[in-house]
């Protein structure tokens, strides 16, 4: 029970982040949510799959089947990336690369109940990059809903380190 309580809060924390105001701005925001629900499923099948072979395979396997299923769009969707941008294309392929192959490595050899929380990492992050590169900082708001989403996912794994520690 505690625990579907803290997923509750969590997600409450989502939808404060979210701030729906149902406009054209909102179809981001909802894209955002979703990726944040894929990038769940990632890290559940990346502790799966860890064990299972080397982090390479683990990666380019989905690269591939991506790349099959999103061809059918190209000719719909294709825009030709600017030559200013092409190095930031690379520097996104290496580092998804990296963080990829780190995260099912992190899996392999460690306890995942104690790796989870390292996760909030790319809060810390992206807040720093974006400020970087861009000059945008999170608001008041956002760190709210930041703080209530992250509260609620350490609170979760305390608790799973508790049970297991009393079993």
């Known amino acids: 029970m ?3 309580g803290a997923v ?3 997600f409450l ?3 404060i982040l979210l ?3 149902f406009s054209g701005e909102s179809f981001g925001y909802i894209i955002a949510f979703s990726s944040g629900i894929c990038v769940g499923f990632f890290y559940i099948t990346s502790r799966k ?4 072979g080397a982090p390479f395979s683990t990666i380019v396997y989905p690269a591939y089947i991506g790349l099959i299923i999103l061809s059918p ?3 719909f969707k294709w825009t030709a990336p600017r030559p200013q941008d092409v190095w930031l294309i690379i520097g996104f392929v290496i580092l998804t690369s990296i963080a990829q192959t780190m995260v099912l490595s992190a899996f392999r050899f460690g306890q995942a109940s104690l790796i ?3 996760h909030y990492m790319h809060i810390v992050g992206a807040t720093f990059f974006g400020y970087l590169f861009f000059s945008e900082f999170p608001d008041l708001i956002t760190w ?3 703080t209530v989403v992250v509260g609620s996912g350490l609170y979760i794994e305390v608790r799973e380190n508790k049970i297991q520690a009393e079993k």
């Open 73 to 75: 769009l190209i000719p």
């Open 49 to 52: 799959l860890a064990h299972e």
């Open 19 to 21: 701030r729906p105001v």
């Open 8 to 10: 509750v809060v969590g």
């Open 13 to 15: 924390g989502a939808v």
């Open 144 to 146: 709210i809903g930041v």
């Open 116 to 118: 989870a929380p390292f």
């Open 2 to 4: 505690h625990r579907w």
